[in-house]
């Protein structure tokens, strides 16, 4: 079994200054399931559950949410109209079932983003807070980016534009790229506008995360850009995609550039 999307979420939360403490995959069983929610409060501020928001008596981390949260569950009537108009949309029938999908624990807000059918949730657990999103993982990316990543930065009271870049390596050992950007890394701990992290992906090589702070977007962009530029420059072809690029697709899209197969 390959979690990708907690992989990918935790890609997202250093941006923010927040630290990914635990990664759990539990089966879908209440019990287990409620006890591994209520000990994710006790240890953390913040929890990220995907899955289990389909149509089907399977689906029950909306039901795992509400016992967490000690409350009960209503039906969301904009949720109920939101759903119908995706199978009108698409020219289908709404099996009645799909309507469970509507259902949210009382004090829960649902996400402005329904890429598919299953609602995300933010829900608050006294000062914490628990976010529910679909385990599919296009419909987990867009509402994390859309709504989950703003919402944090608004409880945390974030104003400045705080965004990453991440740059792909292969060929070099941790140790030899740290030892490669070492000077830089000194540079920027003595005052730089960004700051540098390695982040070892077995097969999918090392990753060298850029991370900085302005005041706007183009502020931040432009001490991005500058800061990969630097880092390009000290690495060299080592370097062979940028943040979501998989070596896969890197070597797909060159082969397409160069009219080949």
Request: aromatic letters at 4%; a negative charge.
């Amino acid at each position: 079994l390959t979690d990708t999307n907690s992989a990918w979420i935790a890609g997202r939360l250093p941006a923010l200054g927040i630290e990914l403490q635990w990664v759990s995959i539990i089966g879908d069983d209440l019990p287990r399931l409620t006890e591994a929610f209520k000990q994710g409060m006790k240890r953390s501020d913040i929890i990220f559950t995907t899955g289990g928001l389909g149509p089907t008596q399977d689906d029950i981390t909306r039901e795992v949410v509400a016992e967490v949260m000690g409350v009960g569950m209503v039906r969301d009537q904009a949720l109920v109209e939101r759903i119908e108009a995706r199978f009108g949309g698409r020219g289908r029938t709404m099996p009645a079932n799909n309507l469970r999908q509507a259902d949210v624990p009382v004090g829960a807000t649902a996400m402005s983003e329904l890429p598919g059918t299953a609602p995300g949730l933010i829900c608050p657990v006294g000062e914490k807070v628990l976010y529910t999103v679909p385990g599919v993982p296009w419909e987990m990316r867009e509402m994390i980016e859309g709504t989950v990543l703003s919402d944090l930065r608004e409880r945390a009271g974030i104003s400045a534009v705080i965004r990453s870049r991440t740059l792909r390596t292969w060929g070099r050992s941790e140790s030899g790229l740290a030892e490669q950007l070492a000077d830089e890394i000194d540079r920027l701990d003595a005052g730089g506008a960004s700051t540098l992290a390695f982040l070892a992906s077995g097969m999918e090589g090392l990753k060298v995360r850029i991370t900085a702070k302005a005041a706007t977007d183009a502020e931040v962009e432009s001490i991005l850009d500058d800061e990969e530029a630097k880092v390009r420059a000290i690495i060299g072809p080592i370097v062979f995609g940028l943040d979501d690029q998989t070596m896969e697709s890197v070597v797909l899209d060159e082969l397409v550039a160069q009219g080949l197969t």
